[in-house]
């Protein structure tokens, strides 16, 4: 089970969703999410779940009812590791996230779960689009 944060485009979806039997997606903005469900519906993907919202909160409805993923993978630089994703980190799980501030670039973040401790490590520089928190567009 995958949780993709920040859909966009839905490039990275289409990319990657057949590598998993379920596709969580998150988009703020709720234009490019319904676009990417167009655009991935005449793909013929399947898989994907998607939603609009504040993916630093990350998956908080209850359709469906996961708790926990496998990998999160977050597309927009946050200026600190948000609890609301790493809460949701299974066990034997990882998630990678840029974080760093908003006016430079940022540490891509490697986040693991084993014996339900979390490790961090931090990788590459890299530059990302903000995480919004807050309210939808």
């Not at 039997?21 to 898989?47: D, F, H, P, Y």
Request: charged fraction near 20%.
């Amino acid at each position: 089970m995958v949780l993709d944060i920040c859909t966009g485009s839905c490039y990275k979806t289409a990319l990657l969703a057949h590598m998993a039997a379920e596709w969580c997606t998150i988009e703020r903005i709720e234009s490019l999410s319904l676009q990417a469900q167009t655009v991935l519906k005449k793909q013929g993907v399947k898989n994907v779940y998607y939603r609009i919202g504040d993916g630093s909160r990350g998956w908080e409805k209850a359709y469906p009812p996961h708790k926990s993923f496998d990998r999160i993978i977050v597309s927009a630089g946050a200026t600190e590791i948000p609890a609301g994703l790493t809460d949701q980190i299974a066990e034997d799980g990882l998630m990678i996230i840029p974080v760093g501030p908003r006016d430079s670039h940022q540490i891509l973040h490697m986040i693991s779960r084993k014996q339900g401790e979390l490790t961090v490590t931090q990788h590459d520089a890299c530059a990302f689009v903000p995480l919004i928190v807050g309210d939808t567009q």
